[in-house]
């Protein structure tokens, strides 16, 4: 079954070259999200999926030592929020959607924000405009970055637009759009 996607989507490419940075962007992804947002969050084992949910969450949370940890084993941890609720999931043990349906995962997608980690077994199931990322490590000699490519939908990108002239004038962040 193929998703019938009616949305024109953005792409943006980021360079995040220390975890200060990643915490940058993750507090700017996190100013643009609302209830009903679905990030998922994609790359090889390794690449921080883990780490850029958890300053994700902490941003929304406005606590920056909220203890978030993986939901590998659990599948899904929740954290209520003076903003709303946020599902956070790791769908890497999962071999089946028939697990999802299980799990009840489509039940509360339109009241949270879902942040979901290796959501490929999700795919046929996820709505439409989700805020995708997918992270890659660039290694060159001693420098080394992880490549971001955010894609969301034309709607998301207006809020998204807003969000990124915010970034553009932190004249002291090393965040570089290519």
């Not at 975890?19 to 679905?38: C, H, M, N, P």
């Not at 946020?86 to 942040?115: A, G, K, M, P, Q």
């Not at 490590?137 to 990124?164: F, N, P, Q, S």
Request: proline residues 2%.
């Amino acid at each position: 079954m193929l998703k019938k996607n009616i949305f024109l989507d953005q792409v943006y490419n980021i360079k995040l070259y220390n975890w200060s940075d990643t915490r940058l962007f993750a507090q700017i992804i996190s100013s643009f999200l609302k209830e009903g947002d679905v990030v998922t969050l994609r790359g090889n084992i390794g690449a921080g999926k883990t780490t850029l949910a958890r300053h994700l969450i902490r941003a929304i949370d406005e606590d920056d030592e909220l203890e978030v940890s993986s939901p590998t084993y659990a599948i899904m941890h929740s954290y209520n929020t003076s903003r709303f609720e946020i599902c956070h999931y790791d769908f890497y043990r999962l071999t089946s959607t028939n697990e999802l349906y299980e799990l009840n995962f489509l039940d509360n997608l339109e009241n949270v924000v879902s942040i979901i980690e290796w959501p490929e077994i999700a795919s046929e199931i996820l709505p439409d405009g989700c805020i995708e990322i997918y992270i890659s490590e660039i290694w060159h000699g001693e420098v080394d970055y992880r490549r971001i490519r955010l894609t969301v939908c034309i709607i998301t990108a207006e809020r998204m637009d807003k969000a990124l002239e915010m970034w553009s004038s932190l004249k002291r962040s090393s965040l570089t759009l290519d």
